[in-house]
T-cell receptor
Framework: GENVEQHPSTLSVQEGDSAVIKCTYSDSASNYFPWYKQELGKRPQLIIDIRSNVGEKKDQRIAVTLNKTAKHFSLHITETQPEDSAVYFCAANTNAGKSTFGDGTTLTVKP | GAVVSQHPSWVICKSGTSVKIECRSLDFQATTMFWYRQFPKQSLMLMATSNEGSKATYEQGVEKDKFLINHASLTLSTLTVTSAHPEDSSFYIC????????????FGDGTRLSIL
């Protein structure tokens, strides 16, 4: 089955700096890569996603890149703010919309 | 507004009790729903795929007799944790996928289960 690895597990940045989280996947059939932000005790919230026919997508301060050949994708957050502090998960979807999640990255943005 | 409703949000009960969690798709019919479990400071792990009108598909290592899934209608799936023990304490989340593998899934708000 699919295996998703996510790095780093923790990330601390100064407010205003950029944060980058990287993921790799194993199944070349995966075609959809969502990123989720999860606050303590709450459900994951989709923040951005990318499909396999696209190499890059941007939404304001958040961008995602996908390299299908290397099977890796990355989340970039620019101009970080304290409210960006949360746990971020990458995921890869194979058939029927089933997601395999990375282990998560705890992002701390210091004011 | 929410497209997936999950209840209850929080359960505390004694060891040996069975607990039922409901997941409802509010705005569209769902032939498939997913059930995840998340232990503290860990990722979401898929437990099973709930299939309307047929048996659920369980992931490797998940006990079918322990975690009973029923998907009797196109809008409702239930997960029953039978004879729950402290090690079953976790955050359980259901999700409803959109049609197609390259679409986001919609998560319920989750159920915090604490077994004493």
């Amino acid at each position: 089955g699919e295996n998703v690895e996510q790095h780093p597990s923790t990330l601390s940045v100064q407010e205003g700096d950029s944060a980058v989280i990287k993921c790799t996947y194993s199944d070349s059939a995966s075609n959809y890569f969502p990123w989720y932000k999860q606050e303590l005790g709450k459900r994951p919230q989709l923040i951005i996603d990318i499909r396999s026919n696209v190499g890059e997508k941007k939404d304001q301060r958040i961008a995602v890149t996908l390299n299908k050949t290397a099977k890796h994708f990355s989340l970039h957050i620019t101009e970080t703010q304290p409210e960006d502090s949360a746990v971020y998960f990458c995921a890869a979807n194979t058939n029927a919309g089933k997601s395999t999640f990375g282990d998560g990255t705890t992002l701390t943005v210091k004011p | 507004g929410a497209v997936v409703s999950q209840h209850p949000s929080w359960v505390i009960c004694k060891s040996g009790t069975s607990v039922k969690i409901e997941c409802r798709s509010l705005d569209f019919q769902a032939t498939t729903m997913f059930w995840y479990r998340q232990f503290p400071k860990q990722s979401l792990m898929l437990m099973a795929t709930s299939n309307e009108g047929s048996k659920a598909t369980y992931e490797q290592g998940v006990e079918k007799d322990k975690f009973l899934i029923n998907h009797a209608s196109l809008t409702l799936s239930t997960l029953t944790v039978t004879s729950a023990h402290p090690e079953d304490s976790s955050f359980y989340i259901c999700s409803v996928p959109r049609e197609g593998s390259n679409q986001p899934q919609h998560f319920g708000d989750g159920t915090r289960l604490s077994i004493l």
